[in-house]
T-cell receptor, first 110, second 114 residues
């Protein structure tokens, strides 16, 4: 079945450093979604990318969808302690069934 | 008002017991889901219902039985609980009818089987 590989599994950064997590698929994705889960919380939708080569920004967060629609990335500029959590990408190519990446857990040292 | 709610929030029980987790959404969504998140935070879909009908049933032991009395509710019953069932179970919902869907997650039920 469809699999989405996400790396790295963990990332520790100093506050102010940048952070990037990557999702890769062996097959073409119809769309990709990104979610954030704070420690002890539940996944919360961040954004959805649909078009080839699409780039979207939310303040310090930049989301990209690859030209071939097989990969995506989330980049955070100048991390803050409020950015801590686990970031998931999700492929919703098959209607009604999202396949989540394994997540990247970000810790930020003040 | 909470969009997707689950009860209970915490559940500690003995191996072999039967337990249920309830989920309700007040968003008017047609599709509801159950996910299991293990200790490594891997999030795996278990079931998906659209308008009370089962549409996705991943490889889940048949000790797990979902029930959807109406499209706003999706409950999960677990028979003969095992140690490996310990995890956080998330309910989620989405609008339904469109393949590009945002999912709204409940707060999770933290199940610990002793």
């Amino acid at each position: 079945g469809q699999q989405v590989m996400q790396i790295p599994q963990y990332q520790h950064v100093q506050e102010g450093e940048d952070f990037t997590t990557y999702c890769n698929s062996s097959t073409t994705l119809s769309n990709i979604q990104w979610y954030k889960q704070r420690p002890g919380g539940h996944p919360v939708f961040l954004i959805q990318l649909v078009k080839s080569g699409e780039v979207k920004k939310q303040k310090r967060l930049t989301f990209q969808f690859g030209e071939a629609k097989k990969n995506s990335s989330l980049h955070i500029t100048a991390t803050q302690t409020t950015d801590v959590g686990t970031y998931f990408c999700a492929d919703n190519t098959n209607a009604g069934k999202s396949t989540f990446g394994d997540g990247t857990t970000l810790t930020v040292k003040p | 008002d909470t969009a997707v709610s689950q009860t209970p929030k915490y559940l500690v029980t003995q191996m072999g017991n039967d337990k249920s987790i309830k989920c309700e959404q007040n968003l008017g969504h047609d599709t509801m889901y159950w996910y299991k998140q293990d200790s490594k935070k891997f999030l795996k879909i278990m079931f998906s219902y659209n308008n009370k009908e089962l549409i996705i049933n991943e490889t889940v032991p048949n000790r797990f039985s979902p029930k959807s009395p109406d499209k706003a509710h999706l409950n999960l019953h677990i028979n003969s609980l095992e140690l490996g069932d310990s995890a956080v179970y998330f309910c989620a919902s989405s609008l339904g009818g469109d393949w590009v869907e945002t999912q709204y997650f409940g707060p999770g039920t933290r199940l610990l089987v002793l």
